[in-house]
Nanobody, 125 residues
Framework: QVQLVESGGGSVQAGGSLRLSCAASGRAFSRLSMGWFRQAPGKEREFVSAINWSGDRTDYSDSVKGRFTISRDYAKTTLTLQMNSLKPDDTAVYYC??????????????????WGQGTQVTVSS
């Protein structure tokens, strides 16, 4: 089992920045493919970003590319999402996700076995 605990959400004005963190435990961090999804009210869960075991491969949705950066800290077993130039459309609950066994970046929510509880991000105009 893998436990994922997100932190860092909050409220910010458009153009501002937030940094989300996800503390992982319960399994070798270096053997987890990880990522972030988000879900806005009334909308389906949406892929945001993903990263592979070694961190040398990353993937971003078109809506966040160039504004968000995903990274991982192996010493702290933490996944991070740096979000810059935030827009009101970025308002959502953000979920940290992980999967074991296979190294890669994945975009489908069904690829991930482990989910955090979510953290709210609100961007006002």
């Amino acid at each position: 089992q893998v436990q994922l605990v997100e932190s860092g959400g909050g409220s910010v004005q458009a153009g501002g920045s937030l940094r989300l963190s996800c503390a992982a435990s319960g399994r070798a961090f270096s053997r987890l493919s990880m990522g972030w999804f988000r879900q806005a009210p009334g909308k389906e869960r949406e892929f945001v970003s993903a990263i592979n075991w070694s961190g040398d491969r990353t993937d971003y949705s078109d809506s966040v590319k160039g504004r968000f950066t995903i990274s991982r800290d192996y010493a702290k077993t933490t996944l991070t999402l740096q979000m810059n130039s935030l827009k009101p459309d970025d308002t959502a609950v953000y979920y940290c996700v992980a999967r074991g066994n296979f190294d890669g970046t994945y975009r489908s929510p069904t690829e991930f076995s482990y989910w955090g509880q979510g953290t709210q991000v609100t961007v006002s105009s």
